[in-house]
């Protein structure tokens, strides 16, 4: 049976998250139902990552099973005319029966956005976390250099995480400003439940100086997430794009377009 790959975008203000959940509003219902309809019959997904209530997409990548032959325009196409506004598909293409989203992936890439004036945004509410007090940039990439490699990050994931190990890989992490805009992105082989958003939350502290840049070094060895600084908010977190290895040709390019 044919394996179709497909690119997506979302907004997922007004969603549970992506995965299904019984009479909730979830991107992965939404999604699936348009495919279904183009397919003519049921379509199954399985994603590159599942995003949490409140968080966004830029790049997320989605595989599917299916008898039905449609060119990729079709698929695009013809499950966009069928999606809400606020989630959109923007590629599609067959994959080798050896592709899957998920298991596929070595590695994913977040980027938590924030904005940092005294005022509350408008325009972007919902879009991007809000810090009224300054952020000191250099700090707070003073801290995230104690969390790049291979580490136990039990102290940055949520409670409720079911993953069997908190070792995961960070292989990027940098903060960087653009005028108001402050943004941090993130790249590793994995990531535990709400581990982004309290990398974030951490960071976030070390900038307005709360703590000091070696306090990520200190939260880290301890193992201990109630060592940890709060959980910043989903509104600022993007998924913004996962790879594979090369011969999927999988596409990496995505909008960059986030208004403030």
Request: positive net charge; hydrophobic residues 45%.
């Amino acid at each position: 049976m044919p394996r179709v790959a497909v690119g997506i975008e979302y907004l997922g203000t007004n969603y549970v998250g992506w995965q299904l959940q019984a009479g909730q509003r979830s991107v992965q219902g939404a999604v699936e139902a348009a495919l279904s309809a183009v397919a003519n019959g049921p379509v199954r997904t399985i994603c590159a990552g599942r995003t949490d209530a409140g968080v966004h997409a830029l790049g997320q990548v989605v595989h599917f099973d299916t008898p039905a032959e449609r060119a990729a325009r079709a698929w695009v196409l013809g499950a966009n005319t069928r999606l809400p506004p606020d989630i959109a598909l923007t590629w599609a293409r067959e994959m080798p029966p050896d592709f899957h989203a998920r298991f596929g992936a070595v590695s994913r890439t977040y980027h938590y956005h924030i904005l940092n004036r005294s005022e509350r945004p408008a325009l972007a509410a919902g879009r991007v976390s809000w810090v009224r007090r300054p952020l000191e940039v250099a700090r707070m990439n003073l801290a995230a250099a104690h969390l790049l490699g291979e580490h136990d990050f039990n102290a940055f994931r949520a409670l409720e995480c079911q993953s069997r190990t908190p070792v995961r890989r960070v292989t990027a992490l940098a903060v960087c400003r653009e005028g108001e805009r402050v943004t941090i992105a993130v790249t590793a082989n994995a990531f535990l439940h709400h581990m982004v958003r309290n990398i974030a939350g951490l960071l976030i502290s070390v900038g307005r100086g709360d703590t000091g840049p070696d306090f990520a070094a200190e939260v880290l060895a301890s193992r201990d997430r109630t060592r940890n600084a709060a959980t910043a908010p989903a509104d600022g977190l993007y998924f913004v794009a996962a790879s594979y290895p090369r011969e999927f040709a999988v596409p990496v390019g995505v909008s960059a377009m986030i208004p403030l």
